[in-house]
């Protein structure tokens, strides 16, 4: 009797829990009317023009969180995203793509193009008031070839062979011999304060979640797991920002991103090309709040053949099978035509891009009589060549990437038409790399290169990059190929700089090792409330100019209904 | 219990290293400005380069001080206790920060469930056969069959985008360190209504079904029909009588649920941004971050001996039968 009654009252408190969610539920919903018709007047503002303002916050958001914001250890692109607003670097890259001073106010160098000096602005500080000065940027250097430190990034910085402050505002570095690249690489070091970790270990210094720099933002809090925030730095050496409040919100799921979108949460993502060329265009609710920008990236696509492989050692049958590829097809059918082809490892455009050099046209005719004279004939009139009584068949290896796989599946079909029988497997990253890359254990991959502004692809092409680990893993072995990557380094001069890689990329294009597939557009979304934003974006980006982005007072969140 | 952990940890970390690859073969491996000379170095700092029974060795060691060590992928971030610099700066550990939230979401979850399900175990059992009966299997199936993600997203966009009623994501709001008490209980809740309810309602087939078997076997045992013979009220018969029984294997269902309940949803997880033990786990695998995992790997296999350990010990305080067994014995 005792227990029926226990369990039966015990019910009860249940149901009225139940009941009392549904009631919240109710609250709830009755709360979002306001906030619909806040958005309607939202939505008639947005087109108005408004003066520059400072104020405000920016929300995005990002799929991986950074595992520490010193950049050159953490290593990740999560990582560099936050922590470049932070921090600063000597050199940085103007609108245009062209070097300009950042914390270096000009640099010199020497006649025999070993030695470059750098002169740093005067006056410069750190957020926390201390001077920045020569020391720092020394100690920075000195951290990121220790051993200790474990850079990823080290080897373009262990080529100095002396680095010098013979004042507080100088910092000179000597190379064993002139490197080209050596100004790029300058671009890319952020500077760390001396003062705050010195003998301190990097990886385990509570200054990698708290880290204090000198640019724009600096880090007001990091909720691990959730976001991190940062504010404005009023000792900053670049001058103010427009926008009070960086956050970056860590959402994994890309469809949770775009979820936030939607819903005015967040104020940017970056799109794939189904989000951007066929979900918001059929969303008015959704056009009316969001510009879209896309820019090309430096970056391609690329199927690889395995040079010591036969039959790819014979560039007829290279040739062949890029005639083969329809790589509009590709473009069209995988990045609904958010891609461009090319001819060159270089972004389309810029200096380095050889505009005289075409890709290889689609010409199936003209692969069948290449293969044909490469001794490959369908003798058993099965659809597929063969050689030696061998049929003509290889697999393509890539890894666990939608469009990727998409674009090996458009290869398969096209050479199957040409009579090459095509497998294609796709492999988890860690995997793909160590067991197959490293190994030289494949034949054919579709791959994509990320690359940097500065020209120089030694680590790619030439022929003594070939050891597991290492990215020459096509085994690409041409002494031209080797001869002009070794001069394009010793190279400062940008005009004869510009005709050795154009000589480079014409070389590459003719002997075909890779064929390239295309280069995608980087795609964004940002909302309409954010101001200042160029368009179409110069070659450096959209983002070249985020720190004058602005956001004006009527336009911007309630921050207190901020969820 | 102890050789049972030992032989755990070995087959996992074993069966881990067996994987291609180590925590250099991660995005920065394939970026050309990176170098092999580098990558060298870092699997020597990590002994990476050793045998793997010697890394195993070393390992066991620091475990046996309860040393978790400090992952390898997350600047060396501790794995499980918290330590403190010399200027008082605290870093907490990966687990340390992941485990309170998979765990109040999965208690807060497995409640739901079983405060849902023993009430709906009961009616299907009484009702066996009957419209009600029918309409509960119906409503539990459907919730089994639709994959908890597509669910998710589509009440995430129905709650969240369409209405506002809800936040889409997340743990807490942007502004959540400048509420009140009360507004952080409503932003709690509001944050949490989803991620809990959804996988509650998915997991609800399971111990319906269990509980109404449990009920129908009881129903058709010698002593409910002498209780029903001998004339008392239907309400006692089923309450006091069969139920009292009939949840006796619920204590194995949440016993064997102690495990899971550190384990936490990876899709769940990462739908919802909740920095959880699930997407920890994942994300370690991936990246071959090995004292994550295998961090992970011994605290869940501990805690799935002491969930067993746990579960027996409840049954035979619940059960005169077991207990007596037990005695005799």
Redesign the interface.
Known sequence: ?K??AF??NK?LK?NA?VSS?FL??FL??S??KP??DATKSLLENLNKTYPSQSGGTF?DATIG?P??L?YM?????AAGAISSNIFNKLLKYDKNLDLEGELAENWKISADQKTITFKLKPNLKWADGKPLTSADVLWTWQAVID??T???????YQLVKKAETPDALTFSVTYEQAYAPALDSWS?LQILPKHLLVNQDL????F???PVGSSYYQLD?W?????I?LSRNPRSVLGQAKIDNL?T?????S??QF??L??D?IDSMGLDPIKYARIIPARPELQQKLALYKELGSGYTYMGFNLKHQPFDDVRVRHAINYAIDKQEIIDGVYLGLGIDIASPYKPGTRWSNPNLKPYPYDPAKAKALLKAAGFVDSNNDGILERDGKPFSFEILTNQNKEREKSAVLIQHRLKDVGIQVNIRAI????F???FIKTGDFEVVV?G????LDPD?Y??WHSSQQ?????NFIGYNNPTIDKLLEQGRLELNPDKRMKIYHEFAQTLLEDSPIVYLSAGYGLTAIHKRVKGIDAPAPPAGVGWNSYDWYIPEPLRRN??A?? | MIPLLIGISLISFFIMHL????IT??????????????????RE?YNLDKPVIVQYGLWMKRMTTLDFG?SF?????PVFWQ?A?K?G?I??GMIQ??LP?TLMINILGLMITL?LAV?LGIIAARKYGFWQDKSITLFNFIGFSIPGFWLS?LL??WL??V?????????????Y?SLDTWSKLKDG??HL?LPVIIPSVTGLAGITLFVKNGMLDVFHQDYITTARAKGLSE??VV??HA??NALLPLITIVGLSIPSLIGGSVIA???????GMG?LFFDSV???DFPVVMGILTIGSALTLIGNLIADIAYAWADPRVRRGVVRD
């Open positions: 009797m227990n029926f369990l039966n019910l249940r829990k969610t919240l539920l709830l919903s709360c979002g906030a619909q929300i969180e595992s520490g010193i250890v953490a290593g990740e692109s051993e200790k474990g850079s990823p990034y080290a080897s373009d890319g990886h385990t210094s509570a990698t979640r708290k809090r909720t691990h797991g959730e976001n925030k956050v919100r860590i959402i994994p799921d469809s949770a979820l936030e939607m819903a949460n988890e990253w860690a995997s790399i160590s067991r791959l290169w990320g690359l940097g692809q680590n790619i050891a597991p680990g290492q990215f921050e207190i901020a969820k | 994987a291609p690859g180590d073969s991660n995005e920065a491996a394939f970026n050309p400005k990176t170098s092999e000379e580098s990558r060298q170095k870092l700092m400090n992928a997350s600047h060396q971030k330590t610099d200027d700066n870093t907490k920060e992941a939230i405060a009430p997203l995430m966009y969240g985008v209405n506002n009623w809800l936040p889409i994501s997340g743990l807490h709001s942007l502004n360190e809740f509001s209504l309400h006692k309450y006091t139920l009292r997880e990462t739908i919802f941004a909740i920095p997407k991936m990246m071959r």
